[in-house]
């Protein structure tokens, strides 16, 4: 099983990592590390959840209790679900294509599908206003004619955050699918199984650690979204205000006790899902047929997952 | 179950001798397009082109609208000009102490696997996985008005400086470690028992090995470091001239409703992000190539 | 076992993924906002857009839910969009959705006139005005560098904070005063010109909207912050340590309000309400000046003086006394895009 992403590149081999000779060096470099990381992510991560709470429950039942905030949790919720799954379908076909056909411009397919991930996302935001824009878009009109409002509305915030997290399914399927190979794929079509039957009941059981391991990326991404969003939203409150534009809003309308209590509930998720990343990426199959990738990056191109 | 059991019974990858290989293709590398498939790719480059190559490639034509002088005059204009001078140049430093403390980091997470291990691995993770919002307010806790031991650099340099080394922290890290921990140890042990010390063994031996890795992730860092803005909405003050990032330029100028200059501005973005891409790509062809 | 526990962890997050799924399953709709309750008395439920300048936030909440009380107002949420003055002018254009808009200035209401907005919009009583301030000298507290007067301001070494004309009502508000009040004392268009050119040299930042220059003042940044009255008071009333001065010669700002041509009937029912005693003292315990009389005043939080919140200027200027009243020709003579003489005075200090 295709060892997964970026998050977990380079677990050493088990057993591999002999213990290196403790000199005074070994020590200096590991309080080093230690500070680095202290002060630049542990310390300030702890004071959002002090702050946060600095006056008691006060900030927190606040926020939840404010439905106008409530809501926009939600919207966050059903925004990033909607990218998660456009981009599961999306990405487990392409994956297929990618791997188990050949095609002119493959390689270049292959290629293009990275870009979101070094898209700055205000940019993103750019260039759907750009296309979806309802008066000046390239295809806006068109689109408000068919009687849809994608900039300022919540379409276009799915459409932005589909973008910005277009790759991170793919990138996890087509290590898996190319390691799996296709021998029970074949297999299956001698005995008659159709190309779906063959989809279903082969291709994605065998895939399916890739793809809850991509759909936890992409959701993760999606829930913490900001630039391209805020850009293209038009920011209203109560119909197109997000979680993230809420601490940007809650911070600059004086409310820094809501600012920090959304932020915490914001950190909790992400935590959420990076223990959940963590504990999955033992799993065991991956163990047996690789026990380290070391593709690194003389593999496909492997951009770490990034937050915006 | 039976799928997982072939996938265990095939021929692994060996991981001790040899480069890294590349992915293990079909015997045929892939079969050709069908009916289904073809229309099903059809359908996939379409999503795509409308989503991902249609808007970016409108950047690219709205931002040359105005010919060649007037993307110049755009992206020169005095505060703009600022903007991508301090990006680039904050992106840069970054990048310099991202590689150095990248490596030093992947070296203590792969070759000194100590009680604090998992914790610093977790820890690293984080500026992933957090909204960058979220990462401005985490700084600000710290780094603002109203940090506990009074250090506030918000609305100075200093403070676009610390938010690009929060959310570029993973990248050099996660690109050394699996090299690193591939890394044959025999020749380090050889050149160790010719009498070389820690320090030449280290800078003769290991960094060649780790060069593509730690340049890859590198770029990947500069990459990230210039298209970041969440974390700067509150903490840089956006100060023209002296704090102002080029996505808040961007930004600045999509409110204002003034498109063109916003495109030729995030063209600049892009070509970076396209420079780094190639780089890449072109460094992993090389340490394939390498072997 | 490792196996059980690393599939369990994504099955778990599978799991939650779904749940999450389905509860998030319908597009939610709308906040409840105050009020929308009983509707049997009133009809169906109707939601306003609202669209308005970026300090106007709270007032407008609070006059909304001053509103909601009412049995006009109790079927009404509204959805509302705040942001720098000619930003938001523009995105209405653009298609943000809108119903009613409260902007800075006039101009940019006829921006959207006559596509978006009858052109008979200030015809009322106000003139279209809903909301009324001064310009006032925010400083930090105890005012320590002695900041009195509008030449106090263009002394070097002296921070400023405005913000960016190109996006700000408050900033235009801001430009005009400094202009003004040197006409005003009798001195001639280029001496006003020269005042306003030091004035913007000693511009540290130009936020793009009055609320992005508040946080940046109270983030640190500068020794004075020139904007509206009303957002001094609020960000006292809010908790914000800091002082602010009057100068003796400041204009008078006025906010004007108007509906858009397809808005839902309601919309002028807001806008009416606003402008009775009850909505205007709504708006004044925020910080904002009544624009007609017979309004309450007491009581009002974070003024200097509760028994006199809203102190008189020795000089009060105004747009139709002062500037000849025609907000066209003011925009195109001081803040056109290429023209205009504060936006070439800013490009001249390198900072636009």
């Given at each position: 099983?295709?060892?997964?992403?970026?998050?977990?590149?380079?677990?050493?081999?088990?057993?591999?990592?002999r213990a290196?000779?403790?000199?005074?060096?070994?020590?200096?470099?590991?309080?080093?590390?230690?500070?680095?990381?202290?002060?630049?992510?542990?310390?300030?991560?702890?004071?959002?959840?002090?702050?946060?709470?600095?006056?008691?429950?006060?900030?927190?039942?606040?926020?939840?209790?404010?439905?106008?905030?409530?809501?926009?949790?939600?919207?966050?919720?059903?925004?990033?679900?909607?990218?998660?799954?456009?981009?599961?379908?999306?990405?487990?076909?392409?994956?297929?294509?990618?791997?188990?056909?050949?095609?002119?411009?493959?390689?270049?397919l292959?290629?293009?599908?990275?870009?979101?991930?070094?898209?700055?996302?205000v940019?993103?935001?750019?260039?759907?206003?750009?296309?979806?824009?309802?008066?000046?878009?390239?295809?806006?009109?068109?689109?408000?004619?068919?009687?849809?409002?994608?900039?300022?509305?919540?379409?276009?915030m799915?459409?932005?955050?589909?973008?910005?997290?277009?790759?991170?399914?793919?990138?996890?399927?087509?290590p898996?699918?190319?390691?799996?190979?296709?021998?029970?794929?074949?297999?299956?079509?001698?005995?008659?199984?159709?190309?779906?039957?063959?989809?279903?009941?082969?291709?994605?059981?065998?895939?399916?650690?890739?793809?809850?391991?991509?759909?936890?990326?992409?959701?993760?991404?999606?829930?913490?979204?900001?630039?391209?969003?805020?850009?293209v939203?038009?920011?209203?409150?109560?119909?197109?205000?997000?979680?993230?534009?809420?601490?940007?809003?809650?911070?600059?309308?004086?409310?820094?006790?809501?600012?920090?209590?959304?932020?915490?509930?914001?950190?909790?998720?992400?935590?959420?899902?990076?223990?959940?990343?963590?504990?999955?990426?033992?799993?065991?199959?991956?163990?047996?047929?690789?026990?380290?990738?070391?593709?690194?990056?003389?593999?496909?191109?492997?951009?770490?997952?990034?937050?915006? | 179950?039976?799928?997982?059991?072939?996938?265990?019974?095939?021929?692994?990858?060996?991981?001790?001798?040899?480069?890294?290989?590349?992915?293990?293709?079909?015997?045929?590398?892939?079969?050709?397009?069908?009916?289904?498939?073809?229309?099903?790719?059809?359908?996939?480059?379409?999503?795509?082109?409308?989503?991902?190559?249609?808007?970016?490639?409108?950047?690219?034509?709205?931002?040359?609208?105005?010919?060649?002088?007037?993307?110049w005059?755009?992206?020169?204009?005095?505060?703009?000009?600022?903007?991508?001078?301090?990006?680039?140049?904050a992106?840069?430093?970054?990048?310099?102490?991202?590689?150095?403390?990248?490596?030093?980091?992947?070296?203590?997470?792969?070759?000194?696997?100590?009680?604090?291990?998992?914790?610093?691995?977790?820890?690293?993770?984080?500026?992933?996985?957090?909204?960058?919002?979220?990462?401005?307010?985490?700084?600000?806790?710290?780094?603002?008005?109203?940090?506990?031991?009074?250090?506030?650099?918000?609305?100075?340099?200093?403070?676009?400086?610390?938010?690009?080394?929060f959310?570029?922290?993973?990248?050099?890290?996660?690109?050394?470690?699996?090299?690193l921990?591939?890394?044959?140890?025999?020749?380090?042990?050889?050149?160790?028992?010719?009498?070389?010390?820690?320090f030449?063994?280290?800078?003769?031996?290991?960094?060649?090995?780790?060069?593509?890795?730690?340049?890859a992730?590198?770029?990947?860092?500069?990459?990230?470091?210039?298209?970041?803005?969440?974390s700067?909405?509150?903490?840089?003050?956006?100060?023209?001239?002296?704090?102002?990032?080029?996505?808040?330029?961007?930004?600045?100028?999509?409110?204002g409703?003034?498109?063109?200059?916003?495109?030729?501005?995030?063209?600049?973005?892009?070509?970076?992000?396209?420079?780094?891409?190639?780089?890449?790509?072109?460094?992993?062809?090389?340490?394939?190539?390498?072997? | 076992?490792?196996?059980?526990?690393?599939?369990?962890?994504?099955?778990?997050?599978?799991?939650?993924?779904?749940?999450?799924?389905?509860?998030?399953?319908?597009?939610?709709?709308?906040?409840?906002?105050?009020?929308?309750?009983?509707?049997?008395?009133?009809?169906?439920?109707?939601?306003?857009?609202?669209?308005?300048?970026?300090?106007?936030?709270?007032?407008?909440?609070?006059?909304?839910?001053?509103?909601?009380?009412?049995?006009?107002?109790?079927?009404?949420?509204?959805?509302?969009?705040?942001?720098?003055?000619?930003?938001?002018?523009?995105?209405?254009?653009?298609?943000?959705?809108?119903?009613?808009?409260?902007?800075?200035?006039?101009?940019?209401?006829?921006?959207?006139?006559?596509?978006?907005v009858?052109?008979?919009?200030?015809?009322?009583?106000?003139?279209?005005?809903?909301?009324?301030?001064?310009?006032?000298?925010?400083?930090?507290?105890?005012?320590?560098?002695?900041?009195?007067?509008?030449?106090?301001?263009?002394?070097?070494?002296?921070?400023?904070?405005?913000?960016?004309?190109?996006?700000?009502?408050?900033?235009?508000?801001?430009?005009?005063?400094?202009?003004?009040?040197?006409?005003?004392?009798?001195?001639?268009?280029?001496?006003a010109?020269?005042?306003?050119?030091?004035?913007?040299?000693?511009?540290?930042?130009?936020?793009?909207?009055?609320?992005?220059?508040?946080?940046?003042?109270?983030?640190?940044?500068?020794?004075?912050?020139l904007?509206?009255?009303?957002?001094?008071?609020?960000?006292?009333?809010?908790?914000?340590?800091?002082?602010?001065?009057?100068?003796?010669t400041?204009?008078?700002?006025?906010n004007?309000?108007?509906?858009?041509?397809?808005?839902?009937?309601?919309?002028?029912?807001?806008?009416?309400?606003?402008?009775?005693?009850?909505?205007?003292r709504?708006?004044?315990?925020?910080?904002?000046?009544?624009?007609?009389?017979?309004v309450?005043?007491?009581?009002?939080?974070?003024?200097?003086?509760?028994?006199?919140?809203?102190?008189?200027?020795?000089?009060?200027?105004?747009?139709?006394?002062?500037?000849?009243?025609?907000?066209?020709?003011?925009?195109?003579?001081?803040?056109?895009?290429?023209?205009?003489?504060?936006?070439?005075?800013?490009?001249?200090?390198?900072?636009?």
């Open positions: 099983m295709a060892e997964p992403s970026i998050i977990h590149k380079g677990r050493p081999r088990p057993g591999a990592a290196s000779k403790r000199s005074p060096g070994t020590y200096v470099l590991r309080v080093l590390v230690i500070a680095y990381l202290f002060f630049l992510v542990a310390w300030p991560v702890y004071l959002v959840g002090r702050n946060a709470f600095a006056r008691g429950l006060t900030d927190l039942g606040a926020i939840l209790s404010d439905p106008y905030t409530v809501y926009s949790l939600e919207l966050t919720l059903w925004i990033a679900v909607a990218s998660v799954a456009i981009n599961t379908v999306f990405g487990v076909g392409i994956s297929l294509l990618i791997v188990r056909f050949r095609f002119v411009g493959k390689r270049v292959n290629a293009l599908l990275d870009l979101p991930l070094s898209v700055s996302p940019v993103v935001g750019l260039a759907l206003v750009l296309v979806y824009g309802g008066r000046t878009g390239w295809f806006g009109p068109t689109v408000q004619r068919w009687g849809l409002t994608v900039i300022y509305d919540v379409p276009g799915i459409l932005a955050t589909t973008f910005v997290s277009l790759p991170l399914v793919i990138r996890e399927v087509i898996v699918l190319q390691e799996v190979g296709d021998e029970q794929e074949q297999a299956a079509r001698t005995i008659g199984a159709n190309g779906l039957q063959t989809f279903f009941r082969v291709t994605l059981p065998a895939i399916r650690w890739g793809v809850s391991y991509g759909v936890v990326l992409c959701l993760a991404r999606s829930l913490g979204e900001f630039g391209a969003v805020k850009v939203s038009g920011n209203i409150y109560g119909e197109t205000r997000t979680a993230t534009l809420t601490v940007e809003n809650e911070y600059l309308n004086f409310d820094k006790g809501g600012a920090y209590a959304t932020a915490f509930l914001l950190t909790l998720v992400a935590v959420a899902a990076l223990l959940v990343a963590s504990l999955a990426r033992n799993a065991p199959s991956r163990a047996r047929s690789a026990p380290s990738r070391g593709r690194d990056v003389t593999e496909q191109p492997r951009q770490p997952e990034e937050r915006r | 179950m039976t799928a997982q059991t072939a996938v265990s019974a095939r021929p692994v990858r060996s991981r001790r001798s040899g480069p890294p290989s590349r992915p293990q293709r079909s015997r045929s590398d892939g079969h050709p397009l069908g009916l289904t498939s073809g229309l099903g790719l059809g359908v996939g480059v379409l999503w795509f082109s409308l989503l991902v190559l249609i808007p970016l490639a409108a950047i690219v034509v709205t931002a040359s609208q105005g010919g060649w002088h007037a993307f005059q755009a992206i020169t204009n005095g505060e703009t000009a600022s903007a991508i001078e301090l990006t680039a140049g992106a840069a430093l970054v990048t310099i102490v991202n590689v150095i403390m990248g490596t030093v980091i992947a070296w203590v997470l792969v070759r000194d696997r100590f009680f604090a291990t998992r914790v610093l691995e977790f820890l690293i993770d984080i500026p992933f996985a957090l909204p960058t919002i979220v990462a401005g307010l985490v700084l600000l806790s710290l780094y603002g008005p109203r940090s506990p031991v009074g250090w506030n650099i918000a609305n100075t340099r200093t403070a676009v400086f610390v938010a690009f080394l959310v570029t922290l993973p990248f050099v890290v996660r690109a050394v470690q699996p090299v921990a591939e890394q044959d140890r025999e020749a380090e042990e050889a050149a160790a028992s010719l009498g070389a010390g820690r030449t063994v280290f800078r003769r031996i290991i960094v060649p090995g780790l060069a593509p890795a730690i340049a992730g590198g770029a990947l860092s500069f990459a990230r470091a210039v298209s970041e803005y969440g700067l909405v509150l903490l840089s003050g956006n100060l023209p001239n002296r704090t102002e990032v080029t996505s808040v330029r961007i930004i600045t100028f999509i409110e409703d003034r498109l063109d200059n916003a495109a030729a501005v995030a063209v600049v973005l892009l070509l970076i992000s396209l420079v780094v891409i190639v780089a890449v790509d072109l460094l992993q062809r090389s340490v394939v190539r390498r072997g | 076992m490792a196996i059980q526990r690393s599939r369990t962890a994504v099955a778990a997050a599978l799991a939650l993924a779904t749940t999450l799924a389905l509860t998030a399953c319908s597009k939610p709709g709308p906040a409840g906002g105050p009020g929308a309750t009983d509707a049997s008395t009133v009809g169906p439920p109707v939601t306003l857009n609202l669209v308005g300048y970026s300090v106007a936030e709270a007032a407008n909440a609070a006059a909304a839910q001053e509103w909601a009380k009412t049995n006009e107002g109790s079927n009404v949420t509204f959805r509302t969009s705040y942001g720098a003055s000619g930003d938001q002018s523009r995105a209405v254009l653009n298609g943000l959705a809108a119903d009613v808009v409260h902007f800075s200035v006039e101009s940019d209401i006829t921006r959207l006139v006559p596509d978006l009858d052109p008979r919009w200030n015809s009322g009583p106000t003139k279209g005005i809903i909301s009324s301030s001064l310009v006032v000298f925010v400083v930090r507290p105890g005012n320590p560098k002695n900041i009195h007067g509008w030449d106090d301001l263009i002394k070097p070494g002296i921070g400023i904070v405005t913000p960016n004309p190109a996006s700000s009502g408050s900033a235009r508000w801001n430009a005009l005063a400094a202009w003004g009040q040197v006409i005003a004392a009798g001195g001639t268009e280029d001496q010109k020269d005042f306003v050119t030091k004035l913007y040299a000693n511009a540290v930042a130009l936020p793009a909207s009055g609320r992005d220059a508040t946080t940046a003042f109270l983030g640190g940044t500068g020794d004075v912050y904007t509206y009255e009303n957002e001094a008071i609020l960000a006292k009333q809010s908790g914000e340590d800091l002082d602010w001065v009057y100068p003796d400041t204009l008078l700002i006025e004007p309000a108007a509906v858009l041509k397809t808005a839902d009937p309601k919309a002028q029912a807001y806008l009416n309400f606003v402008l009775t005693p009850a909505g205007q709504a708006f004044a315990l925020k910080g904002y000046r009544p624009v007609i009389s017979g309450d005043t007491s009581g009002i939080p974070g003024v200097p003086d509760p028994t006199n919140p809203f102190p008189t200027p020795k000089k009060l200027l105004t747009i139709a006394n002062d500037f000849g009243g025609d907000w066209a020709a003011l925009s195109k003579k001081f803040f056109d895009a290429d023209t205009g003489i504060v936006v070439q005075i800013i490009a001249g200090t390198g900072k636009s």
